[in-house]
């Protein structure tokens, strides 16, 4: 009898867990973003760039206003 012919065996319960995969090492996704994310409120008005924005106007506050400064925010 071919292997073609048989069903193939179904997925253990242990490798299809509802969780999302894991990030690789080093990625900017990590438990505590992860919950961090799960736990936000949803908002019709959510913007994913405000914490971006928030670091950048902190950078041009703590350097008197200097672009320069804070080039990698703006890149």
């Known amino acids: ?5 048989e069903p193939s065996p179904s997925p253990s319960p242990s490798s299809t867990s509802t969780s999302s995969p894991s990030p690789p090492e080093g990625g900017p996704w990590d438990q505590k973003t992860s919950e961090k994310f799960e736990s936000k409120s949803f908002s019709k008005f959510f913007d994913p760039c405000q914490e971006a924005a928030d670091r950048s106007l902190k950078c041009l506050h703590r350097n008197g206003g200097d672009r320069d ?3 990698d925010y703006f890149q």
């Open 69 to 71: 400064m804070c080039v």
């Open 1 to 5: 009898m071919s292997s073609k012919d």
